[in-house]
T-cell receptor, first 114, second 115 residues
Framework: SQTIHQWPATLVQPVGSPLSLECTVE??????LYWYRQAAGRGLQLLFY??????ISSEVPQNLSASRPQDRQFILSSKKLLLSDSGFYLC?????????????FGNGTRLTVT | KQEVTQIPAALSVPEGENLVLNCSFT??????LQWFRQDPGKGLTSLLL?????REQTSGRLNASLDKSSGRSTLYIAASQPGDSATYLC??????????????FGAGTQVVVTP
């Protein structure tokens, strides 16, 4: 069966520090991968999605970036965190090429920028 | 641009009552609609996915309906239990050329089932 791992679960970082969140998927090949952010009391905002290694699309211009160095690995990064980067970050995957593939989420990372 | 709305934002019911959760979307050109459950501080758990050609989907006490022409979906949870307390979100996957593979989410309905 397929599983998705996301770490760390919680993170407290000072303003201006770098960020690296990692997500890996097991049990499937060439998945679509997504990074979402959920702010308190608000819906999910799509940040990045990827349909293959090295193929990243950005939905929202900001100081975050994403990379996909391996087929089932998706990394969210920042060189310098802002207070507004605080939130709940969720990684997700779906089956490539299957229009009706469900979206599957990891357990999320709670990021607090101080 | 697709907009997804969930009303009410919060709902409280006594145990045993049926839950009715609503989701509306503005563009009927969708591939599917998916319902999720989110417990506090956790990720989203997929509950049901309804394809655009389907009218409803059932899993245990859960039943989701889809009326694509009117842009509405309803999630019914029969005989609610305190363990059903969570936030429920819906998401639609649009057919627009530039939205392939992307989902648009509602803000969710927070449900409390009181014993």
């Amino acid at each position: 069966s397929q599983t998705i791992h996301q770490w760390p679960a919680t993170l407290v970082q000072p303003v201006g520090s770098p960020l690296s969140l990692e997500c890996t998927v097991e049990g499937t090949s060439n998945p679509n991968l997504y990074w979402y952010r959920q702010a308190a009391g608000r819906g999910l905002q799509l940040l990045f999605y990827s349909v293959g290694i090295g193929q990243i699309s950005s939905e929202v211009p900001q100081n975050l970036s994403a990379s996909r160095p391996q087929d089932r690995q998706f990394i969210l990064s920042s060189k310098k965190l802002l207070l507004s980067d605080s939130g709940f970050y969720l990684c997700a995957w779906s089956v490539q090429g299957l229009y009706n593939s469900p979206l599957h989420f990891g357990n999320g990372t709670r990021l607090t920028v101080t | 641009k697709q907009e997804v709305t969930q009303i009410p934002a919060a709902l409280s019911v006594p145990e045993g009552e049926n839950l009715v959760l609503n989701c509306s979307f503005t563009d009927s050109a969708i591939y599917n609609l998916q319902w999720f459950r989110q417990d506090p501080g956790k990720g989203l758990t997929s509950l049901l996915l309804i394809q655009s050609s389907q009218r409803e989907q059932t899993s245990g006490r859960l039943n989701a309906s889809l009326d694509k022409s009117s842009g509405r979906s309803t999630l019914y949870i029969a005989a609610s239990q305190p363990g059903d307390s969570a936030t429920y979100l819906c998401a639609v996957k649009g057919r627009e050329v530039d939205s392939w593979g992307k989902f648009q989410f509602g803000a969710g309905t927070q449900v409390v089932v009181t014993p």
